[in-house]
């Protein structure tokens, strides 16, 4: 009798403990705010189109496909709302190696010492303030790229501070972001155990409903120092996903995507010269 009331005991630690943990590829549903739990990953609507072959890794502020060849994310993408903008939860400063990979799969800290290149946030740590396993997981190295220092303090950085005014504007952004691979171009790597590569640019794309009414643009950027303004980088979704084989926002109906996607007007998201 004794030994069955402890084994039930037992097991419902046991699966309080489990009940704890995301699983890779499942979307946590605990509240990120009081008015909304956190949809499905089949309803989120900043995912591109993945399928079950694809390492898909679910954190508590974003979703990553990750290669495990290159040791960088193919794309990351979230969703920024309004009061997703604010909080008062310190920067980290340690960026570790993924939890949800294995030795063999993850990057290290140390793959970058010395390599000449920034550890560059695709979600950026400036969007996590309002929460802090949000902050400590946008240091996994799952959600970093080898990026030009000067790119990663300048027009990068740059467009994460445009994108939270979007977000307040409006509510709500959905991101998506990721390195960039050209065919015709030789791939560098760093690391001393893992042979890390190095991009040769970087693209984000963005969507958002203003005043009823969807709209996407996109941007796309060299691994390098850019001299120029940011809305010279400023491109169509099409021409990311031509150049990416991504399929962005699909949930959309047909006719919207089709529209947004082609559509290119900088002028809508107010982008200037600085």
């Not at 699983?23 to 609507?45: F, Y």
């Not at 800290?109 to 290149?117: E, F, H, I, P, T």
């Not at 709500?172 to 760093?190: A, D, E, K």
Request: glycine share 6%; hydrophobic share 35%; with cysteine.
């Amino acid at each position: 009798m004794h030994f069955n009331i402890l084994l039930s005991l037992a097991l419902s630690l046991l699966l309080s403990m489990c009940s704890g943990k995301m699983v890779v590829g499942e979307k946590d549903n605990t509240q990120k705010s009081d008015e909304q739990k956190t949809p499905a990953l089949e309803e989120m609507m900043e995912l591109p189109a993945f399928d079950a072959t694809q390492h898909i890794i679910v954190h508590k502020a974003y979703v990553v496909n990750y290669n495990s060849d290159n040791y960088i994310p193919n794309w990351v993408a979230y969703e920024l709302t309004y009061a997703e903008t604010y909080g008062d939860i310190k920067r980290k400063t340690n960026f570790n190696a993924d939890p949800e990979l294995s030795a063999d799969e993850a990057a290290q800290w140390w793959d970058y010492r010395r390599s000449g290149y920034d550890r560059g946030h695709m979600a950026p740590a400036g969007d996590m303030k309002w929460d802090d396993v949000a902050m400590t997981e946008s240091f996994y190295l799952t959600n970093v790229c080898p990026q030009d220092s000067a790119l990663n303090h300048g027009l990068w950085n740059d467009l994460e501070n445009k994108a939270r005014k979007w977000a307040r504007r409006d509510s709500s952004l959905y991101i998506v972001c990721g390195p960039v691979f050209y065919s015709n171009q030789t791939v560098q790597h760093i690391g001393t155990e893992r042979h890390i590569a190095v991009p040769h640019g970087f693209f984000k794309v963005f969507l958002r409903q203003h005043k009823g009414e969807w709209q996407a643009i996109g941007f796309l950027f060299k691994n390098e120092q850019e001299r120029n303004e940011l809305r010279d980088h400023a491109v169509s979704v099409d021409e990311i996903e031509k150049l990416t084989g991504y399929n962005f926002f699909h949930l959309l109906d047909d006719e919207t995507e089709n529209r947004i996607e082609a559509d290119l007007n900088p002028d809508l998201w107010g982008v200037v010269c600085r």
